[in-house]
């Protein structure tokens, strides 16, 4: 029984809970729990309890992806660097998930106060993700949301893995073995994953893996676009620069690990068969508290920026914001060919009486009336994938509004599904 309070329990620090444990600060809130600290009263030892309400969850359907992350945390016990679950309690309104306690906290939100690593430290985390990664795959569980927040810190510094919840157990697959859902953060999501298509959740861990290396080694993500058209482009084309202080080595592994094909890309363990990978993998007792190390490494590394701390802690980059009036733009992927969406694109022009105007190298089509000008891009990113972006490039507020209005629904016909 949860103590007798009139206040909810994690509202109360000091509350006991169930008899067993006493409840601490808040550590954090996510998606679906909100997670605070607390002490075993039989052992003493330091928890992380993760509080989830029982109708939220079910109201909002996420009472599978509950059970999910129970049943894929459960079964990933014995890996040093996966967060270990002790135990699952509820009441009948509350679900307490009971596991280890990250005390170092969320590797990023440390890297954004003190900025990018050296090489051997971003080593040492690769290395941890990337066994833990390979531990789970050969029990046929993939994470498919390795993002910042997911990558705790325990108090000797070494990396945990969290939060299983968006992870899809063998069961979850369709009969092609290929998985459906789409989901993750952009700025560390593998392109199949984005175009929600049928994919190998294991080839987008690794190329969840290699954003991540190329973050710690830089400093910021290597895709980063506030426009989604743009960002498919330059993952396709490989599009994003090392810096300079990236070696040679690490590049390497970095560009097969950010393979916009999943089938040739490097898979998380053959990553760990590279020398690179490999170096001083056995050495543990040398390894630097990671607060005093990277104390000593902010002063001499540039320190993140505004920016690169928005995207690194939540995959969006908000900088469109930030210049002038946000005039109107939509995308979404096309149920039809490219060259059909620049047909159906002319056919609604001409239908609203709107001027049309198409380029003949380039799969755009501008849309003009009054002084309203819409440009219609159509990009086909692999063979079936066609993504496009409407948006507004020119006119006046008001009618802007009234053009945009009656233009963007008559595409709904050959959309698959609109991106945000
Ligand atoms: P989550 O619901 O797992 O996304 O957790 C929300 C936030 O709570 C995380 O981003 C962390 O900052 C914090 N947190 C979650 N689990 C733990 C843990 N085991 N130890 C320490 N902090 C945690």
Partial sequence: MVSRSRKSPEKQSGTVLLGKYELGRRLGVGSFAKVHVARSISTGELVAMKIIDKKKTIDSGMEPRIIREIEAMRRLQNHPNVLKIHEVMATKSKIYLVVEYAAGGELF??????????????????????SALSFCHRDGIVHRDVKPQNLLLDKEGNLKVSDFGL???????????????????????????IAQRGYDGA??????????LFVLLAGYVPF??????AMYRKIRKREYRFPSWISKQARSIIFKLLDPNPETRMSVDDVIETAWFQKSLEVRSDVVELDRFLEKEAKTNNVVTAFDLISLSSGLDLSGL??????????????????????????????????????????????????????????????????????VADGEEEEEETHWSELIVEFEEIVLSWHN
């Fill in 322 to 391: 930030l210049v002038g009036r946000m005039r109107k733009e939509k995308r979404f992927t096309a149920k039809v060919s490219a060259d059909g969406v620049v047909e159906k694109a002319e056919m609604i022009g001409e239908k609203l009486g709107f001027r049309v105007e198409k380029k003949d190298e380039a799969k755009v089509v501008g849309l003009g009336k009054g002084r309203t000008a819409v440009v219609v891009e159509v990009l086909e990113l692999a063979e079936g994938l066609v993504v496009a972006e409407v948006k």
């Fill in 109 to 130: 939100e440390k890297l954004v106060r003190y900025g990018r690593l050296n090489e051997s430290a971003a080593r040492r985390y690769f290395q941890q993700l990337a």
């Fill in 203 to 212: 080839k987008a861990d690794a190329w969840s893996c290699g954003v991540f």
């Fill in 224 to 229: 980063d676009d506030a426009n989604i058209v």
């Fill in 167 to 193: 992870s899809a157990l063998p069961e979850h697959r369709s009969c092609n073995g290929l998985l459906h859902t789409a989901c993750g953060t952009p700025a560390y999501t593998a392109p199949e994953v």
